[in-house]
């Protein structure tokens, strides 16, 4: 604030000054206190009916920021897992950068709850200081991840099991896919996904386990694929 250029005119007053010595009573009156009480990276289940559950991540996930996320069935189990890009390197010099996160494969059991992999189980290594995450299919029909470093290389990792590939239209809005065994799943498409990122518009499946799929545009439109 321009204002403690005045009232504040060297560091060391600064460094001491409560938040009383900052602003004043009046100014405080009508002041709208924030207070953030949740810090883990977390999947949020919609229960429906408004309500939701908050499941927070094995705590690997929780080593250093997550900045970018991609989920997909990479396993081919019909549950879909996450990979994380994180760490924060931009970061005051007494802190220290918070780099603890090389990388993370979260396999889903389809119930919420995820396993963390370890860096030889899933191939996924991001060591530097990690942001943007995508999913790309390539001509051959494999799904690549890209994972940008700030100031690093673009690293890719290729998935080596074949999916089929089903390209979107620009109005698709969500799938309900149903499994052979009965059950069912609703995937939902985006423009644009975590830090700066955007995947792909695209919905991989594995044909051994998936009956048919029902895709709904924005308008409201369905079609069927089996």
Do not use: W
Request: charge should be positive; hydrophobic fraction near 40%; include cysteine.
């Amino acid at each position: 604030m321009v204002s403690f250029r005045k009232k504040f005119t060297n560091y060391k007053s600064f460094a001491k000054a409560t938040m009383q010595d900052m602003l004043t009573i009046e100014e405080l009156k009508d002041a709208l206190i924030l207070e953030a009480n949740y810090m883990q990276s977390s999947y949020i289940e919609n229960l429906g009916g408004g309500k939701f559950k908050i499941i927070p991540f094995p705590i690997e996930a929780q080593f250093a920021p997550v900045f970018g996320m991609v989920t997909g069935d990479f396993n081919t189990d019909g549950n879909l897992d996450v990979i994380l890009n994180g760490n924060d390197y931009g970061v005051e010099v007494s802190q220290g950068r918070m780099d603890a996160l090389n990388g993370l494969l979260l396999l889903g059991n389809g119930k919420g709850n995820f396993k963390a992999q370890t860096i030889a189980e899933s191939g996924i290594y991001i060591p530097g200081d990690g942001k943007a995450l995508v999913s790309l299919t390539n001509a051959k029909g494999l799904n690549l991840i890209l994972a940008s470093q700030n100031r690093g290389l673009l690293k890719c990792f290729k998935n080596t099991t074949p999916l089929k590939t089903i390209h979107l239209l620009p109005m698709d809005a969500y799938a309900i896919i149903n499994n052979i065994n009965g059950k069912k799943r609703k995937e939902e498409f985006y423009y644009g996904t975590s830090f700066l990122s955007q995947s792909e518009r695209s919905l991989r499946i594995n044909e051994k386990i998936i009956k048919s799929v029902e895709i709904v545009d924005f308008k409201g439109k369905r079609r069927v694929i089996k």
